[in-house]
């Protein structure tokens, strides 16, 4: 079965440091990728798609890229903020069947002011 | 506009009871999942509603498990005999259509946290 892993559970940084969270995958093609935002006590917010046929994207702060061939995407956020701080989940679609996600476990960000 | 909503936010219940938790997708949306997250695991799908086709249950981990969807809106997830490794956070979230072209982001509710003793 897919084994999806997220490079570890807490990620420690200084504020205005870029923050790199990663995620691997194994026994899996997606067709797509996910980053995911999650506060404690709510659901989890989208932020970014990344597609099977793109390497990079970018929004404000963020980037994602997405190597296949590596089986990992790396998340980036740039001159980090205290609000910055949750957790933060890659998820990973299908290429067939349903639109369901295949979630990892998470890592718990904490930026330091 | 309104989320995705969910109740009830908390449910405690002794083991052995039949639960009901229930889910209000995003007005519109087609697509309907419900997920379950354990302490310290990642989000486990559970079923997936689109539209009138008959809903993808290949995620509910056993029969004592069930969902349905009415009308194509509201959604309900029922767990019969309830057990204490059902204690979980339920997140239920929509997207516009399942379509994977589209590459729909899912909307996701607070969940409800299920506590069974």
């Known amino acids: 079965s897919q084994k999806i892993e997220q490079n570890s559970e807490a990620l420690n940084i200084q504020e205005g440091k870029t923050a790199t969270l990663t995620c691997n995958y194994t026994?899996?093609?997606?067709?797509?990728l996910q980053w995911y935002r999650q506060d404690p006590g709510r659901g989890p917010v989208f932020l970014l798609l990344?597609?099977?046929?793109?390497k990079e994207k970018r929004k404000e702060r963020l980037k994602v890229t997405f190597d296949t061939t590596l089986k990992q995407s790396l998340f980036h956020i740039t001159a980090s903020q205290p609000a910055d701080s949750a957790t933060y989940l890659c998820a990973l679609g299908r290429q067939t069947g349903a639109n369901n996600l295949f979630f990892g476990t998470g890592t718990r960000l904490t930026v330091i002011p | 506009g309104a989320g995705v909503s969910q109740s009830p936010s908390n449910k405690v219940t002794e083991k052995g009871k039949d639960v009901e938790l229930r889910c209000d997708p995003i007005s519109g949306h087609t697509a309907l999942y419900w997920y379950r997250q354990s302490l310290g695991q990642g989000l486990e799908f559970l079923i997936y509603f689109q539209g009138n086709s008959a809903p993808d249950k290949s995620g509910l981990p056993s029969d004592r498990f069930s969902a349905e969807r009415t009308g194509g809106s509201v959604s309900t997830l029922t767990i019969q005999r309830t057990q204490q490794e059902d204690s979980a956070v339920y997140l239920c979230a929509s997207s516009l259509n399942g379509g994977r072209a589209a590459y729909n982001e899912q909307f996701f509710g607070p969940g409800t946290r299920l506590t069974v003793l």
């Open positions: 990344i597609r099977e046929n793109e």
């Open positions: 026994n899996y093609s997606p067709a797509y």
